[in-house]
């Protein structure tokens, strides 16, 4: 059995070579040998991977009720998964929540482009890049990290969105 890897939502300021290496992973297996059956028996057999997947149709309703999501469907399209100490965990991006790595860096081109345009404004998450764990604010024309709005767990991930598949 084998489980395609979902891309990474793509905010501004990822890079070009990051959505090549994405697109060049997306014909990876979830279950890289012959024995495992299930994402759960991939997860305790690897420990960690950090390449985001979708949920298979077995697992559809269990994220769904796990997030509350209206249909079976909804989950498999909005839902991505990954493997963290042995155990499958799921995050919903259909909030424009970051499925992906964390972005901890406080210097931001695209909200100084902003600041340019608005003085002393708030930079608006889709302009700083919801993967970013910080508000952003302009000071003068120049985009200041305030802030933290996100944890980051111990592989790079924003804790608050990922749960445990039960």
């Known amino acids: 059995m084998s489980f395609a890897v979902v891309p990474e939502r793509v905010s501004l300021t990822n890079t070009l070579c990051r959505v090549v290496l994405l697109a060049a992973c997306a ?4 279950a890289a040998r012959a024995d495992v059956k299930t994402p759960e028996q991939y997860c305790r057999q690897v420990g960690n991977d950090d390449t985001l997947r979708e949920i ?4 559809a309703p269990k994220v769904q009720k796990l997030f509350g999501i209206d249909s079976a469907d909804d989950a498999k399209l909005d ?3 990954r493997c963290m100490n042995g155990k499958l965990i799921a995050c919903n991006s259909g909030a424009n929540l970051p499925c992906g790595k964390a972005n ?3 210097v931001n081109p695209a909200a100084n482009q902003y600041c ?3 003085p002393n404004d708030d930079v608006p998450a889709g302009i700083a890049g919801h993967d970013s764990v910080y508000t952003w ?3 003068g024309i120049s985009a200041q990290a305030g802030s933290a ?3 980051v767990d111990a592989r790079g991930f924003v804790s608050e969105v990922w ?3 039960p």
């Open 163 to 165: 749960k445990p598949v």
């Open 79 to 81: 839902v991505t998964s």
């Open 104 to 106: 901890v860096k406080r």
């Open 56 to 59: 298979p149709d077995s697992l």
């Open 137 to 139: 604010h302009c000071h």
């Open 149 to 151: 709005q996100w944890h």
């Open 27 to 30: 014909a990876t297996s979830f």
């Open 116 to 118: 340019n345009a608005h």
